[in-house]
């Protein structure tokens, strides 16, 4: 059973930065998809940003420019950095992974609630406030 593990969560000034990291216990497939994802409370869990194979990234338009997501090869973690964070930011972030990559997940079943993704990490809570 492969188990995802995240870090780095915690509670910053608005403008502030964070690193999330992700810890894979067991690399399966050397193609896969690896996503960030976050639910802030009361809201549906929502897509952050994703990495196809280590190779194509692709981030929501609402942290385009400010998160990159990263993974230097398939037995390193994933990684979330996060620039310029905003209030609205705060959730719960969660790696998950998909022994798929991520084009076929995305023509067949990524949407809510487990966007077709296998494995799923407990999450770990960000906080902007000021």
């Known amino acids: 059973q492969v188990q995802l593990m995240e870090s780095g969560g915690g509670s910053v000034q608005p403008g502030g930065s964070l690193r999330l990291s992700c810890t894979v216990s067991?690399?399966?497939?050397?193609?896969?998809?690896m996503a960030w994802f976050r639910q802030a409370p009361g809201k549906e869990r929502e897509w952050v940003a994703r990495?196809?194979?280590?190779?194509?990234?692709k981030y929501a338009d609402s942290v385009k420019g400010r998160f990159t997501i990263s993974q230097d090869n398939a037995k390193d973690p994933l990684l979330l950095q996060m620039n310029n964070l905003k209030p609205e930011n705060t959730a719960i972030y969660y790696c998950?992974?998909?022994?798929?990559?991520?084009?076929?997940?995305?023509?067949?079943?990524?949407?809510?609630?487990?966007?077709?993704?296998?494995?799923w990490g407990k999450g770990t809570q960000v906080t902007i406030s000021s």
């Open positions: 998950a992974k998909s022994e798929r990559r991520c084009k076929e997940v995305l023509s067949t079943d990524f949407h809510p609630p487990a966007y077709g993704m296998d494995y």
């Open positions: 067991r690399v399966t497939y050397q193609t896969d998809c």
């Open positions: 990495i196809d194979s280590g190779e194509e990234t």
